[in-house]
C-alpha cells in the first residue's frame, strides 16, 4: 500500500500564491514509475483534475487543465518522493480541498487532501 500526505494548504488573498507538497510512502518500488496527479474538489462539484506529471527518472512531461495553464506548475522530487503544485495568481474560484493521486499500472493512491481557501 502507498500513503500519500498533502499539505501547504491554507488561507491566502486573491493574486497570492501556494504551495503545496505530496510525500509518499509505504510500499513503494521506486517512486519515478508512478504517475502523479493533483486534483482539486470544490463544494458541490466534481473532482477535478488540476495538473498531472507522468513517471519518469528526469522530471516527466507534464498537463494541466485549462482554468490552472499558466497559473499553477507541477513538479516532482523522485529523492525526496515528493511531488509539488506551486499555485500563483490564486482566485476565489480556486478554493478546493486538493488531493494527490499516485498511478502506476492498474493501482490508484489517494492522499487525504488539504484545503485551499482563496478569499476575495
Known amino acids: 500500500q502507498v500513503q500519500l500526505v498533502e499539505s501547504g494548504g491554507g488561507l491566502v488573498p486573491a493574486g497570492g500564491s501556494l504551495t503545496l507538497s505530496c510525500v509518499a510512502s509505504?510500499?513503494?518500488?521506486?517512486?519515478?514509475?508512478?504517475?502523479m496527479a493533483w486534483y482539486r474538489q470544490a463544494p458541490g462539484k466534481q473532482r477535478e483534475l488540476v495538473a498531472m506529471?507522468?513517471?519518469?527518472?528526469?522530471?516527466?512531461?507534464?498537463n494541466y487543465a485549462d482554468p490552472v495553464k499558466g497559473r499553477f506548475t507541477i513538479s516532482r522530487d523522485n529523492a525526496k518522493r515528493t511531488v509539488y503544485l506551486l499555485m500563483n495568481t490564486l482566485e476565489p474560484e480556486d478554493t478546493a480541498v486538493y488531493y494527490c493521486?499516485?498511478?502506476?499500472?492498474?493501482?490508484?493512491?489517494w492522499g487525504q487532501g488539504t484545503q485551499v481557501t482563496v478569499s476575495s
Open positions: 509505504g510500499n513503494i518500488v521506486i517512486f519515478s514509475t508512478y504517475a
Open positions: 493521486k499516485a498511478s502506476r499500472a492498474a493501482a490508484n493512491y
Open positions: 506529471i507522468s513517471s519518469g527518472a528526469s522530471g516527466g512531461s507534464t
